[in-house]
C-alpha cells in the first residue's frame, strides 16, 4: 500500500484496507449500472404515465448513458488536478438532486434531463472508485482491491431489476428515483464524513508510474492497446446484455422468467471471476497470465457457442454453462485490463480510468447496435455472431501489444 502519512485520520475514517472501504467503493462503481437496471421497468410506463411519446421515453435512457461518458471524462481529468474527494463528494450531489428532480419530474423532456445530469454524477463517481484504488495502493493489492470492487459492481445486475419491479408495484414509478436520490444521499453523507482525499500532489513523484507521461495518453500505444484489448472483450458480453432478452423471450420462446434465471445466473458467473481474480491476485499470478488465459478461453466459449447457434443448438444445459464459463473470465480479466493499463499512469490515473470506461462505453453501444441490426436477418445468431467476433478481435491488440505493457501486468 501507498503511504498515506499526509492523508487526515479521523475517527471516522474508513481505513482503506478494510472491508467498509472495498463495499464502498464498490456502490460508487456500481452507481450507472445499479440506476439504469432499477429504472429499467419503469421505461413501458413512462408514455402513460407522463403523456410523453415513446421516443422521448427511450431518450432518457440514452441521455443517462450520454451523461455517463462525459462524467467520467470531466471527472477523471479534474480529479487528477484537483483531489479525488472534492470530484467525489460535486458527483454525488449531482446523482442526488438529479434523482429527486426525476423523482418529480411532470413530464419527459424534464425527466430525460435530469436523467442526463444523474447520469453525469454517476460517471462521476464510478471512475473515482477505481482512481482512487491506484492511488492507495500498488501491486498486487491493487489488483486484488480492483477485483473485489468489481465484484460488487458486477453483483447488481443480480437484484436491481427485481427490486426495481417490487418498488413499481408497490408504491409506483417515481419510488424508483427517488429510491436512486436516497441511495446517492446517503452515500454523499457517508464520503464527506468516512472519506479521505487519496490523491497527494508528491504521492507518485519519482515513482515508476510517474515516469514517461510526458507522451500524451492517446499516443500511449501500450495503454491504447490494452484498453482496446478490454473494450472489446466488453463489446462481447454486452452483445449478450442488448440481444438476450429478443434472443431468449423473443426468437427462443422462453418466458421472462426464465430469462430472468440465466440472466442472474450468468451475472453471478461474472461477480465470481472477478472474486477469483482478487484471490488469484493475492497469492502473486501475475496479471498478464490471467489476462492471456482467460481471452483464449473467451474466445474459444464464444466461437463455440456461435458453431451451435447456426446449427440450431438451443438446449440450455449446453448453451448456459458456455454463457456462464463466457461471463466467468470476462470477470477474471476486467480488473487485471484495468491494472495493467492504469498502473503505470502515475497522477494521471483518472484520465486513464475514464478512457477505459469510455472505450468499453462505445464498444458496448456499437456491439448492440450490431445484434439490433442482425437480429431480423439471423434470429438468435445475432447475439452469439455479436459475442464471438469481438472475443476473438480482442485477441489481436493482447498479442500485438509491446513487450513492456504485458510485462508491467507480469511483474506485480
Same mark, same amino acid.
Given at each position: 500500500?501507498?503511504?498515506?502519512?499526509?492523508?487526515?485520520?479521523? +475517527?471516522?475514517?474508513?481505513?482503506?484496507?478494510?472491508?467498509?472501504?472495498?463495499?464502498?467503493? /464498490?456502490?460508487?462503481?456500481?452507481?450507472?449500472?445499479?440506476?439504469?437496471?432499477?429504472?429499467?421497468?419503469?421505461?413501458?410506463?413512462?408514455?402513460?404515465?407522463?403523456?410523453?411519446?415513446?421516443?422521448?421515453?427511450?431518450?432518457?435512457?440514452?441521455?443517462?448513458?450520454?451523461?455517463?461518458?462525459?462524467?467520467?471524462?470531466?471527472?477523471?481529468?479534474?480529479?487528477?488536478?484537483?483531489?479525488?474527494?472534492?470530484?467525489?463528494?460535486?458527483?454525488?450531489?449531482?446523482?442526488?438532486?438529479?434523482?429527486?428532480?426525476?423523482?418529480?419530474?411532470?413530464? /419527459?423532456?424534464?425527466?430525460?434531463?435530469?436523467?442526463?445530469?444523474?447520469?453525469?454524477?454517476?460517471?462521476?463517481?464510478?471512475?473515482i472508485s477505481f482512481a482512487m484504488i491506484q492511488d492507495l495502493f500498488e501491486g498486487d493489492d491493487a489488483r486484488s482491491k480492483r477485483s473485489y470492487v468489481t465484484t460488487i459492481f458486477c453483483a447488481v445486475p443480480i437484484l436491481?431489476?427485481?427490486?426495481?419491479?417490487?418498488?413499481?408495484?408497490?408504491?409506483?414509478?417515481?419510488?424508483?428515483?427517488?429510491?436512486?436520490?436516497?441511495?446517492?444521499?446517503?452515500?454523499?453523507?457517508?464520503?464527506?464524513?468516512?472519506?479521505?482525499?487519496?490523491?497527494?500532489?508528491?504521492?507518485?513523484?519519482?515513482?515508476?508510474?510517474?515516469?514517461?507521461?510526458?507522451?500524451?495518453?492517446?499516443?500511449?500505444?501500450?495503454?491504447?492497446?490494452?484498453?482496446?484489448?478490454?473494450?472489446?472483450?466488453?463489446?462481447?458480453?454486452?452483445?449478450?446484455?442488448?440481444?438476450?432478452?429478443?434472443?431468449?423471450? /423473443?426468437?427462443?420462446?422462453?418466458?421472462?422468467?426464465?430469462?430472468?434465471?440465466?440472466?442472474?445466473?450468468?451475472?453471478?458467473?461474472?461477480?465470481? /471471476?472477478?472474486?477469483t481474480s482478487g484471490r488469484l491476485s493475492r497469492r502473486g499470478v501475475p496479471a498478464s497470465t490471467l489476462v492471456t488465459s482467460g481471452l483464449i478461453v473467451m474466445a474459444v466459449a464464444a466461437f463455440g457457442l456461435m458453431i451451435?447457434?447456426?446449427?440450431?443448438?438451443?438446449?440450455?444445459?449446453?448453451?448456459?454453462?458456455?454463457?456462464?464459463?463466457?461471463?466467468?473470465?470476462?470477470?477474471?480479466?476486467?480488473?487485471?485490463?484495468?491494472?495493467?493499463?492504469?498502473?503505470?499512469?502515475?497522477?494521471?490515473?483518472?484520465?486513464?480510468?475514464?478512457?477505459?470506461?469510455?472505450?468499453?462505453?462505445?464498444?458496448?453501444?456499437?456491439?448492440? +447496435? +450490431?445484434?439490433?441490426?442482425?437480429?431480423?436477418?439471423?434470429?438468435?445468431?445475432?447475439?452469439?455472431?455479436?459475442?464471438?467476433?469481438?472475443?476473438?478481435?480482442?485477441?489481436?491488440?493482447?498479442?500485438?501489444?509491446?513487450?513492456?505493457?504485458?510485462?508491467?501486468?507480469?511483474?506485480?
Amino acid at each position: 500500500m501507498r503511504s498515506t502519512n499526509s492523508v487526515r485520520s479521523g +475517527a471516522l475514517r474508513i481505513p482503506p484496507r478494510s472491508f467498509a472501504f472495498t463495499a464502498l467503493l /464498490g456502490l460508487f462503481a456500481a452507481l450507472p449500472a445499479f440506476s439504469v437496471d432499477l429504472s429499467a421497468p419503469t421505461l413501458p410506463l413512462l408514455p402513460r404515465a407522463l403523456g410523453t411519446s415513446v421516443p422521448i421515453a427511450g431518450l432518457t435512457l440514452s441521455l443517462f448513458m450520454v451523461g455517463f461518458a462525459v462524467g467520467q471524462l470531466g471527472a477523471g481529468s479534474l480529479s487528477d488536478a484537483n483531489g479525488r474527494r472534492p470530484v467525489l463528494l460535486a458527483g454525488l450531489a449531482c446523482f442526488t438532486a438529479a434523482g429527486f428532480t426525476c423523482a418529480l419530474a411532470s413530464t /419527459g423532456a424534464t425527466l430525460a434531463l435530469a436523467r442526463s445530469i444523474q447520469g453525469f454524477g454517476a460517471g462521476a463517481c464510478s471512475v473515482i472508485s477505481f482512481a482512487m484504488i491506484q492511488d492507495l495502493f500498488e501491486g498486487d493489492d491493487a489488483r486484488s482491491k480492483r477485483s473485489y470492487v468489481t465484484t460488487i459492481f458486477c453483483a447488481v445486475p443480480i437484484l436491481a431489476p427485481a427490486l426495481g419491479s417490487v418498488l413499481i408495484d408497490w408504491f409506483g414509478w417515481r419510488s424508483v428515483h427517488g429510491s436512486l436520490a436516497l441511495a446517492g444521499g446517503l452515500l454523499l453523507l457517508v464520503a464527506w464524513i468516512c472519506v479521505d482525499e487519496s490523491r497527494l500532489a508528491d504521492r507518485h513523484m519519482g515513482s515508476a508510474g510517474g515516469a514517461g507521461l510526458a507522451t500524451p495518453l492517446w499516443k500511449d500505444s501500450g495503454f491504447i492497446r490494452v484498453a482496446l484489448t478490454n473494450a472489446l472483450s466488453y463489446g462481447g458480453i454486452f452483445a449478450y446484455i442488448a440481444g438476450s432478452p429478443v434472443a431468449i423471450i /423473443g426468437d427462443l420462446g422462453y418466458s421472462s422468467r426464465v430469462f430472468a434465471a440465466v440472466f442472474a445466473s450468468t451475472a453471478v458467473a461474472l461477480a465470481g /471471476g472477478a472474486w477469483t481474480s482478487g484471490r488469484l491476485s493475492r497469492r502473486g499470478v501475475p496479471a498478464s497470465t490471467l489476462v492471456t488465459s482467460g481471452l483464449i478461453v473467451m474466445a474459444v466459449a464464444a466461437f463455440g457457442l456461435m458453431i451451435l447457434a447456426v446449427f440450431g443448438v438451443t438446449n440450455g444445459a449446453i448453451i448456459i454453462p458456455i454463457l456462464m464459463a463466457i461471463m466467468y473470465t470476462r470477470g477474471v480479466i476486467a480488473p487485471n485490463l484495468q491494472h495493467i493499463a492504469i498502473e503505470q499512469q502515475g497522477q494521471r490515473a483518472g484520465l486513464a480510468s475514464a478512457a477505459l470506461g469510455v472505450s468499453q462505453l462505445l464498444a458496448g453501444a456499437l456491439a448492440s +447496435a +450490431a445484434v439490433a441490426v442482425l437480429l431480423p436477418l439471423l434470429g438468435p445468431i445475432a447475439v452469439a455472431v455479436g459475442m464471438a467476433l469481438p472475443a476473438v478481435a480482442a485477441l489481436v491488440p493482447w498479442c500485438l501489444s509491446g513487450r513492456k505493457s504485458r510485462n508491467c501486468g507480469a511483474s506485480v
